[in-house]
């Protein structure tokens, strides 16, 4: 992860043709460096983020009173930023305290349904981290009025909260404390500045943020292409061999068993898995068939595309087959040449730069975060079964002589609704498609068209 002044180093200029939009945020702890993090990450998405930055401390201010300068802006995305610092001080003034998530839950709720009332903007809310006073030990979790206890029941409701609200997402910050530990705070600040987060923790937070927002405006990661050797399995099946590869029991190769568990579980979830790998064909398909502990099998990859081609080649042939943009893909591979040669080659494609160590691979790539989404449909849990119905629609294209005579073999139906809670997150779906059923290059969230 880049530091904010890295990152505003080789981000800090917005080119012509960046989407434009609009976002506020408010915060009961300082939060200037947030507006750093969040332009140099909305930039490295070729997003130009215009910010209002509220004074310090001031939500309910702005939220209550609707000559505020948040309903002036009018944005399109709000993050309402509370701290648990403030929360524990809340707490510990508070008298009925097993009732405490309950006053904090009905002031968030309230807060929401002003917002809602004047604008039609996405919000996003932050889970509070947990910070455990020990007051009550480890006994806390049978104390209903400690402050353990009553924090875990505030992020619970924030959960349930946005699941009823189309327009309300979740930025984690307990997970992303599960991954900088100590290192997302940093107390001297906090005492100095009122700063709730280490400068690192910002940074973490702008690049969450961030993707929350790309997830809503249609910017989502579609396709993961992956290489073999070494990546799915241990080993080169090339010389290595079907039984010489490691995969499955202990050690390296129970660590790529993991990975493969969680790649089928993004597949699962809607995303096309792809290969681009330079190995002989039928030598690697034997693994796919024969192998006894491999879990991914053919059925679940869209496009194999095995040979000893330039791998940029084959990552654009991809696109074609799928056709989708090279900004949805991921590609992850262990060589560092080959990352080198796609990141230089494909600028628009993202690359996992993955550790030296396998042991850490599937770490990394969790922590990355680089399939975010703001909605699931039917569809997208059969997205290899479609994306192969239509790479066979198109080889059987081939053998018609017009493209109406095709077209009229596929005995399609449209029928013609109206927009309604039932296929909103359908439609936002497909609107988003720019090189399908939008050509504007204008996306709008759901709430947007909602209205």
């Known amino acids: ?47 130009n983020i215009k910010i209002l930055e509220s004074n310090f401390d001031q939500i309910k201010l702005q ?55 004047e604008l039609s903007s996405t919000i996003i809310l932050n889970t509070f981290n947990e910070i455990n006073d020990n007051v009550f030990g480890n006994y806390a979790s049978k104390v209903t009025s400690s402050f353990l206890y009553q924090i875990r029941k505030i992020n619970l409701d924030l959960m349930v909260l946005s ?31 009122k700063l709730a987060y280490s400068i690192k923790g910002i940074s973490y937070i702008s690049k969450n943020l961030v993707q929350i927002i790309c997830s809503n405006i249609g910017l989502l990661k579609k396709c993961l292409i992956l290489d073999l050797d070494n990546t799915l399995w241990g080993g080169v099946i090339g010389d290595d061999g079907i039984n010489g590869i490691d995969l499955g029991g202990e050690g390296l190769g129970a660590i790529y068993l993991e990975i493969q568990q969680w790649i089928l579980e993004l597949k699962n979830r809607g995303i096309i898995l792809a290969v681009c790998s330079k190995n ?14 491999m879990l991914i099998k053919m059925e679940d990859i869209s496009i194999f595309k095995v040979n000893w081609r330039d791998k940029t080649d084959n990552i654009l042939e991809i696109k074609e087959d799928l056709n989708i943009d090279l900004n949805s893909i991921v590609f992850i591979d262990d060589s560092p040449f080959e990352r080198g040669l796609v990141r230089r080659n494909l600028p628009s494609v993202t690359v996992a730069e993955l550790p030296d160590d396998p042991s850490n691979y599937l770490e ?22 479609l994306y192969k119905e239509e790479s066979q629609r198109k080889k059987s294209k081939i053998k018609f002589k017009s493209n109406n005579a095709f077209l009229k073999s596929l005995k399609m139906i449209a029928k013609i609704d109206t927009i309604n809670d039932y296929n909103l997150k359908r439609v936002f779906q497909l609107i988003q498609k720019t090189n399908q059923f939008n050509t504007t290059n204008r996306r709008y969230s759901q709430n947007k068209i909602k209205e």
């Open 1 to 47: 992860m880049e530091s904010i002044i890295k990152l505003r180093s080789k981000f800090n200029k917005v080119e012509k043709g960046y989407k434009k939009l609009k976002l506020a945020i408010l915060s009961d702890s300082t939060s200037q460096f947030f507006v750093q993090g969040l332009k140099a990450y909305g930039i490295k998405n070729k997003l």
């Open 63 to 117: 939220v209550l009173n609707t000559n505020s300068s948040l309903y002036k802006f009018k944005p399109d995305f709000i993050f309402l930023n509370f701290s648990t610092q403030k929360l524990l001080n809340q707490f510990y003034r508070y008298e009925v305290r097993d009732k405490f998530f309950l006053h904090i839950s009905n002031e968030i709720h309230r807060l929401i349904k002003n917002i809602n009332s």
């Open 163 to 193: 699941q009823k609200n189309q327009n309300i997402f979740i930025c984690d910050l307990i997970s992303i404390q599960n991954i900088l530990g100590e290192n997302m705070f940093d107390q001297r600040l906090y005492y100095n500045s």
């Open 280 to 293: 002989t064909k039928e030598i690697a398909k034997e693994v796919f068939d024969k192998h006894p502990n």
């Open 364 to 385: 990394y790539l969790r922590n990355e975060n680089y399939f975010e989404v703001s909605s699931i449909t039917n569809s997208d849990l059969e997205k290899t079964k």
